[in-house]
């Protein structure tokens, strides 16, 4: 069975995202980009929500030829270009860049994508994350704390049924006071 992880920044008060999708305050440093660039690397499949994957597909495919461009940019653009991707959205929209597009029902996808045989996958925004976290299929959490309060916006962490119960497994600081911290799902 596949691993499924849930990762994103997020601000201390615990949100993706702040009133209007702002997420001007999450901008990386160097180090944790590169962090997420590895992660990537290391991800078999990545599924997306549509809100996700506009703003991804909107910089990613084409930002290795803007300029200015740093090389960990290149690097992070190369590696997402060529990651698998499904995309759940219930309207049919284009899909490129080794991209799929699913418009049935997001968790019995996600069920049977894990019980395939194959690496590691990374679910990504916040809708399609809490189906998935309500339906108990998330294994693991990444959360890379900024130190910023929002107020308000998109949350991490969906309201659930029952508890998740969970096991710290790595620990870490980053430049600019952000940090990382990773839980695993108790079966």
């Given at each position: ?33 590169q ?84 690496g ?14 309500r ?24 309201a ?28």
């Open positions: 069975m596949r691993k499924l992880t849930f990762g994103m920044n997020v601000s201390l008060d615990g949100y993706t995202a702040a009133p209007g999708d702002d997420i001007g305050w999450s901008v990386p440093s160097d180090e944790l980009f962090w997420w660039s590895d992660r990537v690397a290391a991800t078999d499949l990545a599924l997306y929500g549509r809100k996700l994957w506009e703003t991804m597909s909107s910089h990613w495919p084409t930002a290795d030829q803007q300029p200015k461009v740093t090389p960990a940019e290149i690097e992070f653009a190369h590696r997402w270009q060529a990651m698998p991707k499904v995309v759940f959205s219930s309207a049919a929209r284009p899909v490129d860049w080794n991209t799929r597009l699913v418009t049935s029902d997001a968790v019995t996808e996600i069920s049977r994508l894990k019980a395939e045989d194959g590691p996958m990374d679910i990504g925004g916040a809708t399609l994350a809490a189906a998935a976290m339906a108990g299929l998330i294994d693991e959490y990444v959360l890379a704390t900024a130190p910023v309060l929002v107020g308000g916006g998109t949350p991490f962490f969906t659930l049924d029952n508890w998740v119960n969970l096991t710290l497994v790595e620990t870490r600081t980053f430049p600019g006071g952000v940090v990382l911290t990773r839980y695993e799902t108790k079966r």
